[in-house]
């Protein structure tokens, strides 16, 4: 079946830099976007960014252009997620999501479990 | 960027009512729309995508219609496990809404 399994929870300080990695098997690695989602505590649900495990393409929220960096390792089945610049604000729960369909635009059939950050001094 | 505006922000409801959450697109976006289902310390579960085609394993109390702007979801006949918040979401630019927490009364 299909999973896709997160690195475990992370304290950083203020100023710091954050890596998710989400690995992921039971599909072709390369037929599939992966994205990235966040939710602060209490709050919505964010969308971050997505990339092309196939060719490495990505696009990003406004909102964190420039501070964050997607990365993918084909032979590991493994995606992941830098954010840079950390504050209090970055303080959420990180998903990775994999696209129902193979095409661009699709809504987000699976889910990690979820990375929790916290960011404090 | 396009905005996706979510009403209610809460519902409260007795089991077997049937309630409906609305979601409104700044822009046209055809039937680009799902709905997820996420409950506390879970991740999100997809229900519905194409505005209206529900997912494999979900229950059949779950509908949806709309296309363009305007959307909805439906649940038939509120049961007990239904308790959670649901977001709908736009598939042009990945845009979710501010979410809809259902309550059983």
């Known amino acids: 079946q299909v999973l896709l399994l997160q690195s475990g929870a992370e304290v950083k300080k203020p100023g710091a830099s954050m890596k998710v990695s989400c690995n992921t098997s039971?599909?072709?690695?390369?037929?599939?976007?992966l994205h990235w989602v966040r939710q602060a505590p209490g709050q919505g649900l964010e969308w971050m960014g997505r990339?092309?495990?196939?060719?490495?393409?990505?696009a990003f929220a406004q909102s964190f252009q420039g501070r964050v960096t997607l990365t993918r390792d084909t032979s590991l089945a493994t995606a992941y997620m830098e954010l840079t610049s950390l504050t209090s604000d970055d303080t959420a729960v990180y998903y990775c999501a994999r696209s129902r369909f193979s095409s661009t635009s699709s809504a987000f059939e699976f889910w990690g479990q979820g990375t929790r950050v916290t960011v404090s001094s | 960027d396009i905005q996706m505006t979510q009403s209610p922000p809460t519902l409260s409801a007795s089991v077997g009512d049937r309630v409906t959450i609305t979601c409104r697109a700044s822009q046209k976006i055809g039937n680009w729309l799902a709905w997820y289902q996420q409950k506390p310390g879970n991740a999100p579960k997809l229900l519905i995508y194409?505005?209206?085609t529900l997912e494999s394993g979900v229950p059949s109390r779950f509908s949806g219609t709309g296309s363009g702007t305007e959307f909805s979801l439906t649940i038939s006949s509120l049961q007990p496990g239904d308790s959670a918040t649901y977001y709908c979401?736009?598939?042009?630019?990945?845009?979710f809404g501010q979410g809809t927490r259902v309550e059983i009364k």
């Open positions: 990339i092309s495990p196939k060719s490495g393409v990505t």
């Open positions: 979401q736009e598939y042009k630019s990945w845009t």
């Open positions: 039971g599909y072709t690695f390369t037929g599939y976007d």
């Open positions: 194409e505005g209206s």
